[in-house]
């Protein structure tokens, strides 16, 4: 026998005009394509709103730290090695950009299968 539903009820749902609206992206402030360069330039092509502005504030924090010689340290759970970016973590800590990595227990399990078998993360 079907369930019977109580029709959605909307008479507590507020609505506002898009036009006076509030909101956190505006056109003006979106990011410009990029073609080449260096990551300065990358970097200055990205939007300064929400995770582009974040991510811009990590980045300069990251080259001060490197500046005036004090610690980078990666705090991480598994997924950047789960998603394969171990190598570029590596090399980061090869060129000295990172100094010191914190992980779980995850990371270990993913970077051993990884080495031992050349894959990792199942369905």
């Known amino acids: ?18 036009k006076s609206r509030k909101s956190k992206v505006k056109r003006d402030k979106v990011a ?10 990358f970097l200055g092509s990205l939007p300064d709103i929400l995770a582009a502005s974040d991510f811009r504030a990590a980045v300069n924090a990251i080259v001060k730290a490197g500046k005036n010689d004090r610690p980078v340290i990666l705090g991480m759970g598994a997924h950047p090695i789960k998603v394969g970016l171990a190598p570029v973590i590596i090399n980061l800590m090869e060129s000295g950009v990172i100094t010191a990595v914190a992980m779980n227990g995850a990371c270990i399990v993913h970077d051993y299968e990884l080495s031992l078998m050349g894959h990792t993360s199942e369905d």
């Open 1 to 18: 026998m079907p369930k019977k539903y109580r029709p959605l009820s909307f008479n507590k749902v507020n609505t506002c005009s898009l």
């Open 32 to 41: 410009k394509p990029f073609q080449s360069g260096s990551f300065k330039s």
